[in-house]
């Protein structure tokens, strides 16, 4: 399956735009790996809660947990993705040696919708902007402290419409400060 808008946001967030971070991608984003959040510290499939597809840490704690969606945009599966995140306790990656990231105190989550191919955009926006304001009424949870919804199509991001690029990296440099 072809995931063009996940490779084209992976290709923007990279070690040029947030330096000073370490970036795990899932493999849709231009990857290697599967971005697994687990509850506890141990890597077991009763354990696994979700996976993401772009994790930033910083000193060795995830600041910022990114979700994009090309195809799933209904509210179940927008807030399921949160709400999986937000109640898991960190990465782990490796199978005999594990390496684990726990989650930092103060966390961001960004989730980032393509409107490439919506019948109605304009509605769906507008549900968007819903639920991005309801998942803040609910906030902190866990530690998760700040929720992003950005939206737009592939060339929107591209070519920086309405500083759609810009206003992405901003948002996720001062959240992994």
């Known amino acids: 399956m072809s995931h063009e ?7 923007i ?12 991608k899932d493999s849709a984003c231009g990857g290697e790996e599967r971005v697994t ?3 506890r510290k141990m890597k077991h499939d009763e354990t696994e809660y979700c996976e993401v597809d772009i994790l930033i840490s910083k000193g060795n704690e995830i600041r910022v947990i990114i979700e994009i969606e090309e195809s799933e945009d209904d509210p179940n599966h927008i807030f399921g993705k949160f709400l999986s995140s937000a109640l898991s306790m ?9 390496t684990i990231i726990e989650k930092g105190d103060r966390i961001a989550f960004i989730q980032i919708m393509s409107t490439d191919g919506l019948d109605s ?5 507008e549900q968007w902007r819903n639920i991005e304001q309801s998942i803040r009424t609910i906030l902190p949870l866990g530690n998760i402290n700040r929720y992003y919804l950005f939206y737009g199509m592939k060339d929107d991001f591209e070519n920086n419409k309405n500083h759609l690029k ?11 400060l």
């Open 5 to 11: 808008f996940h490779e084209m946001i992976g290709s």
């Open 13 to 24: 967030i990279n070690k040029d735009t947030i330096p000073g971070c370490e970036i795990l």
């Open 37 to 39: 959040l687990f509850c």
């Open 90 to 98: 960190c990465y782990i990656h490796g199978d005999k040696t594990w």
């Open 121 to 125: 955009p304009t509605i769906k926006k």
């Open 166 to 176: 810009d206003d992405l990296i901003e948002t996720i440099t001062h959240a992994s």
